[in-house]
C-alpha cells in the first residue's frame, strides 16, 4: 500500500476501506507517512468528503494511536461532555457537579483557552491552590471519591489527532466536517466515557457559523459514537450572544458559583439542564425527559451539587473559602461601565467581538504558552432583548489599569447594537440530535 | 501574507494575485514555506484550477526561481520544442536538423527516459563517444557554430519547477492541467528561446488520455507563453501507437537517420515537418504554412539537413563513422521475429505496452539512477491498418539474450489486436493550437 495511491483514490472521490485508513494513521504516527501526503489527503477529503464508515474508521484509529482510558469498572454510568467552543461557556463547571450529585460520574480532560475561547483549566486555576496536572492515579482516586474530576491530559490521548489537528491548521484544512468530527470524538472515545453528550455550538461566537452546518457535525459525531459503541447525543445551542453573562476566568467562576446556588443567569441553567437530561437518559437512569431533568433540578435544590463542587474544588487542592466566599478570587484593578448612548432594546451582541476583548484585556491567549491574568473579562448587564435606559451600563470590564479598559470599551461600544424596537431574544436550544 | 491563508484562499475558490503567487514559489524555493504547505495547496489547485493570468504567474515565477538562458542575440530565430512524451518519439533528432539547416537556431536542453517514455539523452549516447554534459561556453559555442545543441542541463532552469514537481508526484496532485502547463512551461520560458512548439501526445501511450484533455493543456500553454512575450504554438499528436517503427535507444536514432536520408517512416516525417513549419512561421520567416513547410523539405531533399546531423554528432564528441555506416551502432545479440497468429488487418498496437516491454528489455528505466542498454528494444513491422499474412513478423524483438525475449514476445503478443476486417490508420496529427 502506497500513500500517495490512498490520496489519489480519496481525490477521485473514492471511499477508502478501514485498512486503508488504519494504514494512513499509523504511518502518519509512526512517520513513515509525511506531513506533505497528509496535508493533500485532508485537502482531497475536504473537497470529496467521508462517508460515516470512513470517519468511524479514522476516528477509531486515531483514538487508538495512544493510550485509552479504561473507565469500564464505572459501567455504562461513566459520562462525558464536550463543547464546540463559545464566549462565556462555563457550562462544565456547573453540569459536573450537578451530574455528580445525581449519581453519575464524570471524568474530564480539558484545555485551555486559545484564541476568542476560554478553556476550563484556565477557569479552574484562578481558585488558589486548585491543581490542574493530575497524575493518572491522582485522576482516578478524584473520580472515585468525587464522582467528579476535571484536569489537563494525564494521559496521550490520541496523538494521532493531536498530529493532524497542527498540520490541518497550517495548510487550509480545518473547515471539514468529518475531520472535525473525528477529531473531536477520538479524544472523546479514547477517555472512556460511554455516554457523551456534545454541545455543538452556533453562531457568530462559534466554529459552526450555520444552523445546517452544525446539525451536520452533530450527526456525524452522534453517528460515530453509535458505531463506535458508545451512547451519543447532540445538543444544538445558540452562540449569537456569550452564555451567560460573565466572560473571563474568575469571572465565570463566580458566575458557575452563583447558578450552583440557584441565582445563575437562566440561559447557563438551561442549557446545563438540557445536556445532563440527555445524559441521564443515555445512561439508562430514567426513561423520560422530565423525570431526567427534575434528577438534576434536585440535587440542585437540595445543594447536593453546591456541595459537589466544593468537595471538587477541595480533592483537587483549592481553597474552599474562595469559593465559599467568592470575593477571595483574584478582583481586577479597574472596573468600568460601559453606559448605553441611548434608551432602547439589545438588537445583537457579538460573542466574537466580546471573546476577542476578553482576550485583549488578558483573560485569554494568542499562543498555547502565553499566560493569562484570572481577574480580567467583561460581565454583561444586559442580554439580547433586555430593556436598557440611556447611560445604565450595558456592561463591566474589568481590568488591569484604566488604558486597557478604555481600549475594551472602545471595541465593545461597536459590539453591541441598540434598537428603539423591541427585539426577541434568541432561542438557546436549537435542536437535539440523537441516534 | 500567510501561506496558510493563500490556501484558504484557492480552497475556497479564489484567484490569487501575481505577488501573492511570488510569495508562495519564493517562499518555497527559499524553504520558508513547507513541503505540507505546498502540496495541500497543490491539491486545491488541482481541485479550484487557475486561470491563465494566474498560471502565467506561476510558470514566470518558476522560471525567475534559477537561472535564465539568454539567447537575445539569436533574436527571434531562436526556437525550441518539447514533446509531452510517448512511445518511439524521436522526433528532436529529425527536427533539430531540420530547422538548423533552414536557418533557425535550436539549443535544447533534454531529460533521460523515465517509466515508459524514452529520453533523448539516453538515444544521443548510444552513439559513441557523444557528450551531453556539456559546459556552459561548450552548449553556446555549439550553438553558435553549428545551429544546433542537445544536452543535459547546463543551467540551474526552474529549479522550483524541479522541486514542486517531485512534490505533487508523491502527493497525488500531478493531474492538474495548469499546474502541468506551468511545469514544462517553466522550464521552456528559461531556457531561453523566442518561438516554441509543443508537442501534446495524445492517446493510450501518452500522458494525455483524451483529446479534449490534451487541447486544454495545449491551449494553456499557448496562452502563458503568449502572456510572457513568446511565440507559442501547439500540435496534438496521436499517441494510440508508437510513432514511427522504433523503440529503443540506438535503434531510434538509426531511424531518425534513415529519416534524415529519405528513408524514413512516413508518420515520423510527417510530425516533425508539421512541427517545424509551425516554428518557421512563428519566427516569421515565411508568411504562409506551404512555404515554411517547403523550407524544411528542401533542407531535407538537399541532404543539408543530414549534413546538419553529422555536423551535430561531431561537434558534440560523437564517432561519425557510427552515423555514416548505423551497422557500427549497438547491436543486440539476439533478434527474434513475432510472427502474426493469423492473417488480418493491424487493428491496434497498444504504445503504453510496447513503451513498458521495451523499458522491460533494458532500453528504459524505472529509476532515474538506473542504466540503459542501448542496442535493445522493438521494430515494429506493421502499424496500424496494415495488411499482415499469416506468420508474417508482426514486430522485431532486439534483446539481450533470448529468455529476454520470449518474456517481451509473450507480451507483446497480448499488445497487438489483429482484425479480419480491414482498418482505418488513425489520424497522425489531430489539431492545431495557436494564439
Chains 1, 2 share one sequence.
Not at 486559545?114 to 491552590?129: A, M, N, Q, V, Y
Request: include cysteine; aromatic fraction near 4%; charge should be negative.
Amino acid at each position: 500500500m502506497r500513500a500517495v495511491d490512498l490520496i489519489i483514490k480519496k481525490r477521485d472521490g473514492g471511499t477508502l476501506s478501514t485498512a486503508e485508513i488504519d494504514f494512513l494513521i499509523q504511518g502518519y504516527t509512526a512517520g513513515t507517512i509525511a506531513d506533505y501526503q497528509m496535508s493533500a489527503w485532508a485537502m482531497a477529503v475536504l473537497f470529496n468528503g467521508m462517508d460515516d464508515r470512513e470517519t468511524t474508521d479514522l476516528t477509531l484509529a486515531m483514538a487508538a494511536s495512544g493510550e485509552q482510558l479504561d473507565l469500564g469498572a464505572l459501567g455504562a454510568r461513566a459520562v462525558d461532555k464536550h463543547s464546540t467552543g463559545g464566549v462565556g461557556d462555563k457550562t462544565s463547571l456547573v453540569l459536573g457537579p450537578l451530574l455528580a450529585a445525581a449519581g453519575l460520574p464524570i471524568a474530564k480532560m480539558s484545555g485551555r483557552g486559545l484564541g476568542f475561547t476560554g478553556g476550563t483549566l484556565d477557569k479552574l486555576e484562578s481558585i488558589p491552590g486548585m491543581r490542574i496536572d493530575l497524575s493518572r492515579s491522582e485522576f482516578l482516586t478524584a473520580l472515585d471519591q468525587v464522582g467528579m474530576v476535571i484536569a489537563g491530559q494525564t494521559a496521550d490521548l490520541a496523538p494521532a489527532d493531536k498530529k493532524l489537528y497542527a498540520l490541518r491548521d497550517v495548510t487550509g484544512t480545518v473547515e471539514s466536517i468529518p475531520l472535525i468530527a473525528a477529531s473531536i470524538m477520538s479524544k472523546k472515545l479514547a477517555a472512556g466515557a460511554h455516554a457523551i453528550v456534545l454541545d455543538v455550538k452556533v453562531g457568530s461566537g462559534a466554529f459552526m457559523k450555520t444552523l445546517d452546518q452544525a446539525r451536520e457535525l452533530a450527526q456525524r459525531m452522534v453517528s460515530i459514537g453509535t458505531l463506535a459503541g458508545r451512547e451519543v447525543a447532540a445538543v444544538l445551542s445558540t452562540m449569537e450572544q456569550p452564555l451567560g453573562r460573565a466572560v473571563g476566568n474568575a469571572l465565570e467562576v463566580r458566575e458557575a458559583i452563583a447558578t450552583l446556588q440557584g441565582q445563575g443567569p437562566d440561559d447557563l441553567l438551561e442549557l446545563c439542564l438540557t445536556l445532563g437530561a440527555q445524559l441521564v437518559l443515555l445512561t439508562g437512569k430514567d426513561r423520560g425527559l422530565s423525570a431526567a431533568r427534575r434528577r438534576l433540578e434536585t440535587v440542585l435544590a437540595t445543594g447536593q451539587a453546591w456541595q459537589k463542587f466544593r468537595q471538587f474544588v477541595q480533592q483537587q487542592g483549592g481553597d474552599v473559602r474562595a469559593v465559599d466566599e467568592p470575593d477571595r478570587l483574584p478582583q481586577a484593578a479597574v472596573v468600568q461601565p460601559l453606559p448605553s448612548p441611548q434608551a432602547g432594546y439589545v438588537q445583537s451582541i457579538n460573542a466574537l467581538e466580546v471573546g476577542l476583548t476578553a482576550s485583549e484585556l488578558g483573560a485569554g491567549r494568542e499562543r498555547i504558552t502565553d499566560p493569562v491574568d484570572p481577574a480580567v473579562g467583561i460581565v454583561l448587564n444586559a442580554a439580547v432583548g433586555d430593556k436598557v435606559g440611556q447611560d445604565e451600563p450595558l456592561l463591566y470590564i474589568h481590568a488591569h489599569d484604566s488604558a486597557a479598559a478604555d481600549a475594551a470599551a472602545a471595541r465593545l461600544a461597536q459590539a453591541i447594537a441598540l434598537s428603539s424596537e423591541p427585539v426577541t431574544a434568541p432561542k438557546l436550544i436549537l435542536d437535539i440530535v440523537q441516534k
